[in-house]
């Protein structure tokens, strides 16, 4: 058993779009309440219905989402654009100016769960982020990984790679477990070599991931005890 904190909560209100840091958020059958509960469809010809990532657009990451001030994520989103104008997620002429930002034809879609590995949470550890920091020889911007739950905890670092079925993590009241389908360690995309605003892109990250790492930082886990995660809770792992 290892002991630690919750260090940072981040949550992602539209897929693949910049996200918020939260104090506290909701943890249940969705995942992280209200993360990636909203997305971008391609309406491309030989894409259309397609779920719009960083993978195909990049720019992608120049927009922002949070749920404002209220920080409640059963209301719709703002969405932040590169110029710095402020759209709110209702607004009829936002998939209009998304598709003029983006340079392709696009379609908006509520729905909870629209995470890559379905309604799962990310959980990332301190002691991993700093030692690839060390090995590349350059600070890791922890967004880059779109990490809902950053841990530190009296564990060596990568040791979360060698999580299997079964693994648990208490954060508060809640409890996630490495289960079900796609849990486990996580495979990563090319996303994490994006800047977190999405201008420039650092190869040498996922070659390193691969060649060190296996492709691996983070662990995929579900909610098997629903609750609230706050800043500082103390963590739990078995």
């Known amino acids: 058993m290892a002991l630690g904190t919750v ?24 995942g992280m309440a209200g993360d990636r509960a909203h997305a971008l469809r391609d309406e491309r010809p ?7 990532t960083v993978r195909q657009n990049p720019a992608m990451l ?10 409640d994520p059963a209301e719709p989103p703002q969405l932040h654009a590169p110029d710095g104008a402020i ?33 799962t949470v990310l ?53 996630l477990e490495v289960t079900g389908d796609h849990a486990g360690p996580c495979i ?3 996303v994490p070599s994006w800047d977190a605003a999405g201008r420039e892109r650092w190869r040498d990250l996922q070659t390193h991931l691969i060649g060190r790492h296996d492709n691996k930082f983070g662990v995929i886990m579900r909610v098997t005890a629903p609750g609230e995660i706050r800043l500082g809770d103390p963590v739990t792992t078995s």
């Open 188 to 190: 990563r995309c090319a």
């Open 46 to 52: 030989t894409r259309a219905g397609n779920v719009l």
């Open 62 to 71: 120049g927009w922002g989402a949070a749920y404002g001030e209220t920080a």
């Open 7 to 30: 260090a940072e909560l981040h949550r992602w209100p539209v897929k693949s779009l910049r996200g918020e840091p939260v104090r506290a958020a909701r943890f249940d059958h969705r």
């Open 123 to 175: 959980v990332t550890f301190e002691a991993s982020r700093a030692e690839l920091g060390e090995e590349l020889g350059a600070e890791v911007d922890l967004r880059r990984f779109r990490t809902n739950l950053h841990v530190e905890a009296d564990l060596p670092a990568f040791a979360e790679e060698l999580w299997e079925p079964g693994a648990t993590l208490t954060a508060g009241a809640v409890e």
């Open 87 to 119: 759209w709110n997620w209702q607004d009829p002429e936002l998939g209009d100016a998304l598709a003029e930002s983006l340079g392709i034809p696009l379609s908006l879609r509520a729905a909870d769960g629209q995470q890559d590995r379905g309604p």
